[in-house]
């Protein structure tokens, strides 16, 4: 059944330093999404990408955030300069066009030191 | 801005009990989704509801648009349904509650 897939399962970095997180989004899906969820704490919405665009994002995602799809495959969320703050586990998700159902990643975890 | 709100926050059950998780919104949406966190962290989708119930297995899912209220059920618990259930909202984006930890002791 296909899936989709996160890298790295865990990420360390130091605080200041750029991160990328990887998915690979189920292949006939067109909706991307990222969240995130800082321990102990619900879920939060990031942002949505459709057509090679941003479609919404929340007040979470500044200008230290960025997303892209660099290929027919992934999907990418960039962090420019890690704060304390951004340590979190991120999910990916997906979703196929005229469906409401989201397919989610198993997340990666990012620590900043 | 939605607030989703789900009670009960944990709730421990013995194996074969009948179990419910709630789920308050506040403003109008176009869906509701259940979704189950294991204690990895990995987010599986249970359920998408807009009207009415759905079933599946031994997990039934109601809603309730005029209440803005929305129940997850499960009969027969096992302890393999220890997790987090969260209850999600959409308006165009997801917005979650905090979700339920569920314990199921044998």
């Known amino acids: 059944e296909p899936e989709v897939t996160q890298t790295p399962s865990h990420q360390v970095t130091q605080m200041g330093q750029e991160v990328i997180l990887r998915c690979v989004p189920i292949?006939?899906?067109?909706?991307f999404y990222w969240y995130r969820q800082i321990l102990g704490q619900k879920v939060e919405f990031l942002v949505s990408?459709?057509?090679?665009?941003?479609?919404?994002k929340s007040e979470i995602f500044d200008d230290q955030f960025s997303v892209e799809r660099p290929d027919g495959s992934n999907f990418t969320l960039k962090i420019r300069s890690t704060k304390l703050e951004d340590s979190a586990m991120y999910f990916c998700?997906?979703?196929?066009?005229?469906?409401?159902?989201?397919?989610f990643g198993p997340g990666t975890r990012l620590t900043v030191l | 801005k939605n607030e989703v709100e789900q009670s009960p926050q944990n709730l421990t059950a013995q194996e074969g009990e009948f179990i419910t998780i709630n789920c308050s919104y506040s403003?109008?949406?176009?869906?509701l989704h259940w979704l189950q966190q294991h204690p990895g962290g990995g987010i599986v989708s249970l359920f998408m509801?807009?009207?009415g119930k759905k079933k599946h297995g031994r997990l039934i899912a109601t809603i309730n648009i005029q209440e803005k209220h929305s129940s997850l059920h499960i009969t027969a618990s096992h302890p393999r349904d220890s997790a987090v259930y969260i209850c999600?909202?959409?308006?165009?984006?997801?917005?979650f509650g905090t979700g339920t930890r569920l314990t199921i002791i044998p």
């Open positions: 998700a997906s979703r196929r066009e005229g469906m409401s159902e989201q397919f």
């Open positions: 292949s006939n899906h067109l909706y």
């Open positions: 990408f459709y057509n090679n665009e941003i479609s919404e």
């Open positions: 403003v109008g949406i176009s869906a």
């Open positions: 509801l807009s009207s």
């Open positions: 999600a909202v959409r308006e165009g984006k997801l917005t």
